[in-house]
């Protein structure tokens, strides 16, 4: 391996780490790459800024934050970690240059508007990180192959989980990680709320490497409890947000329905979204792909306020005007009563296909080690005096009340003005009527 | 006057100011117009997010934080400084919805990346601000009519400084106004820099209404100097930050290229930057002015990298992967250098058109009312015990330093690789001639 | 009832609140009295400063942070739910002053060190407030009868949770009252944790009078949820720190030394401890009560290690030099191994009475009502879109799992030479005994 | 030397520094002494708290604070600067052991109430420092010779500026060292105003070593020109607040009347003051200096509130209970109006030898090397790129305008009910009398 270092550090000004200091000539090479600079065109959290207006922030500083921690990681365990022979369960720092490129590169192939993006064009973020990392053509590859020829698939193997190391792989994928823990800080301070504010020099100080991956010194159990709860509580509090996840439902509406316009050549004659036009035909290279942002998918609808479509140009006007989908939760006992609210809306004089949606958040707040498992989970170890572990939720109440329980709610969406005053409109029988099935924000 | 309360109170979540209350119908229905929603799509730093990673914030969010100041402002004044009879010079708390409006919307005619834009199409965000909301066809102009036929023109007036009463004019524009109060808080706190941290709450409790507008108790005094310091050192750190001017003058010469190249007509047969279009042909109209954001720009950056053009091409490729021009200070016996230089620039391959320029930054800190000026400064004045004011900067040495001196500097920009280290090259020789004429960062 | 206002508000600054603002001159002149700036000379936190350094705040500043909070309350209430007649259950704004009053004087009768101290000289710093409030001799009496005769037992009452208005007293004192709420966020910030850091301004905002009290808008659940959490963990990690205990032993070893060689006439001789004097002849009158600050037990260690018995000399040098016990574990399944390591330990030539001590710390996180409980708990009422009223427990899986359960754990100190190391010592064998014992931080 | 390190890196948590890491046992052991606990017990500010309630922090926090900062300039300096030759002018780290020892006890022999008490009792903290340091009789001089026989003077040389090396110097003592960095930001965080808040992060980063002593990197002008106005406000704002300096005054009388009646005999048979004793006598011994703090001072003034002289009496309960004297400025023309208004002080009933005062504070802000001056300051030298030094003043038109200025005012006290309203006092004329002489809070 070829791995220079920079004849001086630099440093990057951030408002959660303070500074993030660069000391490897592969990593800055990697931040000035344009795949790289594309993230600062794409919003960490989509449609939260709608509900939170400071939270503008872009996935480009998520990526240098998760890169500082696994860098400040790294320098815990060769400082007090070392390891001394190949077997000790220690920490070998030749392991730090892949864990920082795979820490800083993680979220590479986010499109924008990520989920609701992924959903309507049947992408994937994760395949297209290992792609963008693996392909020739990228910037980033070159950059990588500075290392060594097989260094872009050894910082893929990283994100894809498959690299023989536990604890590179666990620095940037787990249920406490430097991912988790740079957005959790992050979203915290952009939206100006508290509940992210857990106490990472202290998770920092007592994380520690072991032969199966990385463990936490008994004396930090708290901090790390913490840091379960304040997960938790964003889930609860911002990430699940009804009103962001109603500009989401009018985003998802849009998108859906432009694709049906143009796959039934609504839309010739009309300028063409040319940079969309990939994902209509399904044929997208890593050009055309990272070509987008959200800048791009903004144009676009600032256009369709002109095409003829209703449909499209109210959508569209909906989401830049920031227009949320109202919405009222529902459960397994009300959900039948669904398709009767629909039908309401349409009664109203609303297309129900683009104007009623269900939309679901779930979290799985924390998990232990579950062997049936698609998706196995490693779970957090509290390490104590003698060495011997103990899984968090045996010692945490609260992490126990936690655990394996899926948390989250289930909305039906639809237009604010269905539930709004009205004096004296020909809908108002059907405004009424879906009136009478709401109480305490509850189908009922 | 038509002003109605909302019901409840409702609140929008900011970092700064920890909750921003809406009280008053007009402004949750200004906040709710398509005009005013469009500023979320505006950085509110331009380039400087790529020098300071997290300035990633909008327009939006200052305008919510000037309006927040100011209802905080109105709030002490009526509650310290109640008017009795119409010539005490106190608080007249009709003039509060007035205030809160001019407040909200003083910036909703910025474009795109504000000064490099307008310089270049000629375009004056003030004046676009007056038209916004004057115009009838704009839901802002709508909105405020609301209160009365002629709110949207005592809106603009207090924008326009001619509104009668100095109170209110001063409170949104003045040197120490809520304009720059929020703006130097919000600025230090999404750039993670210290600089712009004054004490807004101390502030706000020693200002106080008199006949001739604003001043400031004798005890605040120390508050207010401060805030005038940050203030200076929030232009010096941040707003002329070289790097962030680098890609200011990247982005100046790329639309110039842009602009160039449609003036002669060698963007034919190209897909066209159509929502551009009208600012190439000096006719832009209301609709064409609001439909423009930042990420229009950048798509149209994006789709230029196809172009054939080499210089727009590149130039595009600049601004979106961050290659910022590098630059070297100059004064008034070292400017004769710069045709000289540009020369080798020229010789090292680059069109010195595009890829050299000169970028000054000056600010006046602070400043005394100046008769002879034609932008009279309005001064600020502190109150005595006894009622008598005092100019601030005879009182504050610091402040006295500042006052009436311009601050800032000259810069020549060119491309990097005229100085970083190259092995064998063939524009060696002018790349050292060149360097030979930098030393210590300034041009000698 | 006289209540005068200051004819200009007064301000306090404070870390916590930013100002803390006086408007009734009778507030001012309580915490102008020699009673209440007593409090300015007793910890907070007594022994944990021992633990976290920044905590040396005084009961004077949270007394003040209590006050203010109440203050802010009160204007929520008022600006919001004023009441329009008697039976609304909406807040009447008469009731403000004996709120605040009762807010400011809470803790007006803590004396130094203050659950140690009452422990050993039986004392009760409850009973001692209601007594300087309504006794004729202190200044604090004086000041609050310039309201009204009756005034002073009005405030007691409220203190005493005897007051008519819920409102009132649950402001003081229930499961999430200001008192609560001003300590967690002020003990947060001068030790430096995070753990107390809940989201006062929110939780304010939700907060609302109704006929049996106080409760919490439904949108404000997480918020409420978030401070229950954080006052969990404030008691596991700051309030409860075992190495605060091992001072806090250490000094109450040392006041009751203190008290058996009076006790028994070994004082006599010496120079005596005047101040303390009537404690240990159980005949304390106010103005004794009131004499004794945290530099006065000091004082007296001070002088006390220059006593001729050992015991009194050791424990003195100790609490004064930073000395603290050392603790390890127990459960009911290992609570008969203590008298054996006691025994240990006397052996090792320490006097057992002095030199060991069990410290049990537990704590209700929260609890709901309970009809047959001797202290009834208030609990925390969730109020719904309709009216309706859900107890917190209920709709929250992260509270539940803390509700009625206590928490805490249960300790044996001992001199730290028993578990250190020691290259041969006389006491070698008992020292290897008594360690023996100990795993993990546990007693085995 | 022998400098041991601890087997495991120990942490205090420290809400300014988070965590403060000590590494080496005799740090460790010199923390655990008596001498130096017994900072706990003397407030960093004295006075200060009486105006800014949360400023209750002690020296002991302040000293671990200044080795914190230290502790990271080693460590910058060590990674960035490491000498390689004796005379490279770069960073020695045998140098380590003796800064951090200095930096931790470079304030161990500050008495209670510092300056006032030094004022009146004629001692001198600096002399004290190193006589506890080289004293064969303290806990410190035993663990500092653990290092070596002459450790002990070593570490009293730095803080005594005769220590060979000027780098090690000017960390502990200079305009620019971790003495003030901590101090100002402890003191700003405590106080909870913002006036003290700068960038450590970045000043650490851009000192530098050289051979002279430490310089700063050019690009970190702007930070080190913030921290000198910081310095230059929290001086203005905090340390030199006229009320704080009216309780200073109260408590200078207070112990000028103690001595006073001492010397007089008026003391006998009273109890006695023993631990001031040897102050008043003229003869104080290591152990007698060690054994005063805060707490003994307050507790004498406690039992003179029960002593006949009234003057004592009053003046005593005035300090327990914050009664502070008020004052007004005076200049060069109004100083000879002092006796006149000291006459009407004493008309009105006070002795005016213990109830007038002048109070003079002055500090100057920053200034240059003066080869002249007594007490040479190092004044601070910014590097430019190519290694030649700057004065800062040169290249700071702030600083520039502080620099070699003095900055301060001149205060006359007397009791403040020379100037409340009072309605019908015998006193009643000399009472106008005086407020005629005082404007806007000057002496006319």
Redesign the interface.
């Known amino acids: 391996m070829n791995v220079q270092m920079l004849p001086r550090?630099k440093?990057?000004?951030?408002?959660?780490h303070?500074?993030i200091h660069v000391q490897h000539k592969v990593i800055l090479d990697l931040i000035?790459?344009?795949e790289f600079?594309?993230l600062?065109?794409i919003k960490q959290l989509g449609t939260s800024?709608f509900?939170?207006?400071?939270a503008?922030?872009?996935r480009?500083?998520h990526c240098?934050g998760v890169y500082e921690i696994t860098r400040q990681i790294c320098d815990n365990f060769q400082r007090?970690y070392p390891s001394k022979n190949s077997d000790d369960g220690l920490w070998n720092d030749d392991e730090r240059i892949v864990a920082l490129c795979a820490a800083l590169l993680h979220d590479l192939g986010h499109g924008p508007y990520s989920h609701t993006f992924e959903h309507i064009f049947n992408t994937d973020h994760e395949m297209w990180t290992q792609k963008i990392i693996t392909s020739p053509e990228t910037e980033i590859n070159q950059v990588l192959k500075q290392v060594s020829d097989d260094f872009p698939e050894k910082v893929a193997s990283v994100i894809d989980h498959t690299y023989p190391n536990p604890q590179v792989v666990q620095m940037i994928s787990s249920q406490i990680d430097a991912d988790r823990m740079d957005y959790l800080l992050r979203d915290a301070?952009?939206?100006?709320?508290?509940?992210g504010?857990?106490?990472l020099?202290r998770i920092l100080?007592v994380m520690r490497p072991y032969k199966k991956g990385i463990a936490f010194d008994?004396d930090g159990m708290?901090a790390v409890?913490?840091y379960v709860?304040c997960r938790?509580?964003m889930y609860?509090?911002i990430y699940f947000h009804p009103v962001s996840r109603g500009m989401e439902v009018v985003l998802t509406k849009l998108l859906q329905r432009a694709k049906d316009l143009y796959e039934h050549n609504q839309m010739n004659g009309f300028?063409m979204p040319?940079?969309l036009v990939p994902f209509f035909n399904k044929n997208v290279t890593i050009n055309d792909y990272l070509?987008l942002?959200?800048?791009?998918l903004?144009?676009y609808f600032?256009?369709w306020q002109n095409y003829p479509d209703e449909t499209l140009k109210d959508l569209a006007?909906r989401f830049?005007?920031?227009?949320p989908f109202k919405s009222a939760q529902y459960n397994h006992e009300t959900k039948h009563k669904l398709p009767e609210l629909s039908e309401l809306v349409e009664s109203a004089g609303f297309d129900k296909n683009y104007y009623t949606a269900i939309n679901t958040s779930f979290d799985l707040p924390y998990d232990i080690y579950n062997p049936r498992q698609n998706k196995r989970k490693t779970q957090i170890e509290i390490m104590?005096?003698?060495g011997s572990l103990i899984e968090l939720s045996t010692i945490s109440?609260?992490v126990?009340?936690?655990t394996g329980?899926i948390?989250g709610d289930e909305r039906f969406y639809f237009p604010k003005s269905m539930i709004v005053e009205h004096s004296n409109d020909i809908f108002s029988e059907y405004y009424q009527s879906f009136k009478d099935h709401i109480?305490?924000?509850m189908i009922v």
Request: charged share 30%.
């Open positions: 550090e440093v990057f000004r951030d408002p959660i303070n500074y000035n790459t344009k600079q594309r600062r065109r800024s509900t939170f207006q400071g503008e922030h872009s480009f500083t240098m007090n301070y952009f939206t100006g709320t508290k509940y504010m857990f106490d020099t100080r008994n708290h409890e913490d709860l938790f509580q609860q509090q300028e040319s940079l070509s942002d959200d800048g791009i903004n144009t600032t256009l006007y830049l005007s920031r227009k104590q005096d003698d109440r609260l126990n009340a936690l329980k948390s109480h305490n924000d």
